[in-house]
T-cell receptor
Framework: DVKVTQSSRYLVKRTGEKVFLECVQD?????MFWYRQDPGLGLRLIYF???????EKGDIPEGYSVSREKKERFSLILESASTNQTSMYLC????????????FGPGTRLTVL | AQSVTQLGSHVSVSEGALVLLRCNYS??????LFWYVQYPNQGLQLLLK??????LVKGINGFEAEFKKSETSFHLTKPSAHMSDAAEYFC???????????FGTGTRLQVFP
């Protein structure tokens, strides 16, 4: 079974803090994704990585950056957390094929105070 | 631009009743279409997908969906709802047949005894 793990289920941070969200997949997938999930808005893509050190902006990249130094690990970084970044963050991975399933982690619920 | 519309943010059915969750898409190319389910406090998991071939697609847990090109629809159905089907359901289309998905805003299904 594909497994995607996220470093924390719940995280509470203060405004202005630097926040790291980590995601690890164990199936040698080329693609990794970070989404943000908010009620009534569905899932919105923040960043996408199709290979080590390669990344593409998604629909809402402002205020976020990413890092992919190893194939299995994809990190989301909030350089200076703000209250409007309070949300559920979901990581996913997939093979390099648009027909392929995306496999999701359990999510990290981030609260910024 | 491609988009996905899910009609009805909340749907309630009685146990044993038909489940119908609606999804319409817009796409300039033949689409790849997906339904994902999210159970409480979990990430998303694939229910079913349409890529090519038979337009009636069967998925897990008794769900199925039919790709209707003329109606640009991919509605999800299940003949008889079970209490365990209570979850949030997301329809998605691959963006220009790339590895990225565009998600609908989700439909929360409630099942009453």
């Amino acid at each position: 079974d594909v497994k995607v793990t996220q470093s924390s289920r719940y995280l509470v941070k203060r405004t202005g803090e630097k926040v790291f969200l980590e995601c690890v997949q164990d199936m040698d997938h080329e693609n990794m994704f970070w989404y943000r999930q908010d009620p009534g808005l569905g899932l919105r893509l923040i960043y996408f990585s199709y290979d080590v050190k390669m990344k593409e902006k998604g629909d809402i990249p402002e205020g976020y950056s990413v890092s992919r130094e190893k194939k299995e690990r994809f990190s989301l970084i909030l350089e200076s957390a703000s209250t409007n970044q309070t949300s559920m963050y979901l990581c996913a991975s997939s093979l390099d094929d648009p027909r392929d399933t995306q496999y999701f982690g359990p999510g990290t619920r981030l609260t910024v105070l | 631009a491609q988009s996905v519309t899910q009609l009805g943010s909340h749907v309630s059915v009685s146990e044993g009743a038909l489940v119908l969750l609606r999804c319409n898409y817009s796409s300039s190319v033949p689409p790849y279409l997906f339904w994902y389910v999210q159970y409480p406090n979990q990430g998303l998991q694939l229910l079913l997908k349409y890529t090519t071939g038979a337009t009636l697609v069967k998925g897990i847990n008794g769900f199925e969906a039919e790709f209707k090109k003329s109606e640009t629809s991919f509605h999800l159905t299940k003949p008889s709802a079970h209490m365990s089907d209570a979850a949030e359901y997301f329809c998605a289309v691959s963006q220009d047949n790339t590895d990225k998905l565009i998600f609908g805003t989700g439909t929360r299904l409630q099942v009453f005894p």
